[in-house]
């Protein structure tokens, strides 16, 4: 059985620890307030995020690793502690992924989305609650936007990895624009 860990990458990191074919785990990571900024709020949120990530890869189960791809070129929407923050953090949790030797992906947002709720385009305010309301409807109990995202990532990965018959279709809750 294919063991996906899926993890969208925010100031909380959302993750969905998934055996393909049974039903999802998800939780939350809290890896600092959002207030916090500076070099030492960083390694803070880093050794958080850096821990969480060797103890859950020492169980040994995981096969795949998804995270949500960093959207390049379009800074517009946010600013240079908030850019910094994420890359410093995957930084963080590709290492223990490196020294596990596990596979990782990144998904892009608008292809996941694409996959998951049908529009890959959707305003963040709009495809945020469509994307839960999916999981809801799959029957995936998620307490936020950072762990519906990373259910999403989790379908869409298994998806990638010709695990369909094994997983919710979610192609009925595709809506118009």
């Not at 990144?106 to 839960?132: D, E, M, S, Y």
Request: with cysteine; hydrophobic share 40%.
């Amino acid at each position: 059985m294919t063991h996906i860990l899926s993890i969208d990458l925010a100031g909380s990191a959302g993750v969905c620890d998934w055996k393909v074919g049974e039903k999802p785990t998800f939780y939350t990571i809290p890896l600092g307030a959002e207030d916090e900024d500076g070099f030492d709020a960083w390694r803070r949120k880093s050794v958080r995020a850096m821990r969480w990530c060797a103890s859950r890869l020492k169980l040994n189960d995981i096969d795949d690793v998804v995270i949500e791809a960093p959207i390049q070129g379009m800074w517009g929407n946010t600013n240079a502690s908030t850019t910094a923050s994420t890359f410093i953090l995957l930084g963080a949790i590709l290492g223990p992924i490196g020294l596990k030797a596990v596979t990782c992906t990144a998904g892009r947002v608008q292809t996941v989305r694409k996959h998951f709720i049908g529009h890959g385009n959707l305003n963040k305010k709009i495809a945020k609650p469509r994307v839960r309301q999916t999981c809801e409807a799959i029957g995936w109990s998620v307490k936020n936007y950072d762990e519906s995202d990373a259910g999403a990532l989790a379908h869409w990965r298994a998806t990638q990895l010709g695990l369909s018959h094994l997983i919710p279709d979610v192609r009925p809750f595709h809506r118009e624009a």
